[in-house]
C-alpha cells in the first residue's frame, strides 16, 4: 500500500496541479479519471482486517433485469481492470498483491452474467431477436 500511495503521488502530481488550476478558474472539481483505477486509501495502522464480497449467484442475477444486469457487467468490469492494474503494479516492484482472491470472484460473476444472458437469448421466441442478443453477449 505504501507503493501504492508513492506512485499515485508522483504520477498524479501534473495532472493534479493542472486539475487544481483549472477548477480555480472554473467552480466545479475535476476528477481524475486515471484514480478509478486504484483502490482508495487505507491507513495501514488500521487492525481490523478488510472483509470484501462474494460473488454474484446466478440465482440471484436470473431475477435481474436485462439493463441491471448491464450495469453490474460494468461495474465489475471496472473493478476487475483496478484490480488487474493494481496487480501488475505491485508485480512490477516486487511486492505482494493483497487478497488475490478477489480477481476470481469478479471473474466468475462475469461468467455468471454471460450464462444467465445466454439463457434468455437461448429462450427468446423469435429468431432474429435471438440471434442479435447472442452476437451482443458474445461481444462482451
Known amino acids: ?19 487544481s488550476a483549472a477548477s480555480s478558474s472554473s467552480s466545479t472539481a475535476r476528477h481524475n479519471p486515471l484514480e478509478e483505477f486504484f483502490e482508495a486509501d487505507r491507513n495501514p495502522e488500521d487492525e481490523k482486517p478488510v472483509v470484501y464480497g462474494r460473488g454474484w449467484k446466478a440465482s440471484e442475477l436470473r431475477l435481474k433485469s436485462w439493463d441491471d444486469l448491464q450495469k453490474l457487467w460494468y461495474v465489475l468490469l471496472k473493478e476487475k481492470n483496478m484490480l488487474m492494474t493494481q496487480r501488475q503494479m505491485l508485480h512490477a516492484q516486487n511486492l505482494r498483491f493483497p487478497n488475490p482472491e478477489r480477481i476470481p470472484k469478479v471473474c466468475k460473476s462475469m461468467c455468471r452474467i454471460k450464462h444467465v444472458l445466454t439463457e434468455r437469448a437461448i429462450e427468446e421466441s423469435d ?11 458474445n461481444s462482451l
Open 1 to 19: 500500500m505504501f507503493f501504492t500511495r508513492v506512485f499515485r503521488r508522483t504520477l498524479f502530481a501534473a495532472s493534479k496541479s493542472e486539475a
Open 127 to 137: 429468431p432474429r431477436r435471438s440471434a442479435e442478443m447472442k452476437r451482443m453477449i
